[in-house]
């Protein structure tokens, strides 16, 4: 069993920055890739950034890439969002989920983290 933990939401201004954490605890947090899921009200969940067990590939949505970065620490059983120049288009309850060594689609996600909350607002 992989337990989840989002942390890092909130209100941030457009154009600001956020970092998002995910932290894993249970068996072989090394052996699951772990993707960043966004849900805004009244639209279906999306993927937003994926990054593969090995932290070698990592895949993100056209409508972020260049302003969101997805990282993992191995030892602290952490994945990270960064979150750069946000839009209000941002503005979404943000979930990470895992998935054994590669990352596919949301089918794929075996575990889930409770969400957290980001808006982007002035």
């Known amino acids: 069993q992989l337990q989840l933990v989002e942390s890092g939401g909130g209100l941030v201004q457009p154009g600001g920055s956020l970092r998002l954490s995910c932290a894993a605890s249970g068996i072989r947090f090394d052996n699951y890739a772990i993707g960043w899921f966004r849900q805004a009200p009244g639209k279906e969940r999306e993927g937003v950034s994926c990054?593969?067990?090995?932290?070698?590939?990592?895949n993100s949505a056209d409508s972020v890439k260049g302003r969101f970065t997805i990282s993992r620490d191995i030892r602290k059983k952490t994945v990270y969002l960064q979150m750069n120049s946000l839009k209000s288009e941002d503005t979404a309850v943000y979930f990470c989920?895992?998935?054994?060594?590669?990352?596919?689609?949301?089918?794929?996600?075996?575990?889930w983290g409770q969400g957290t909350q980001v808006t982007v607002s002035s």
């Open positions: 989920a895992a998935a054994t060594f590669d990352c596919g689609g949301i089918g794929r996600m075996r575990y």
């Open positions: 990054i593969s067990s090995s932290g070698d590939i990592t």
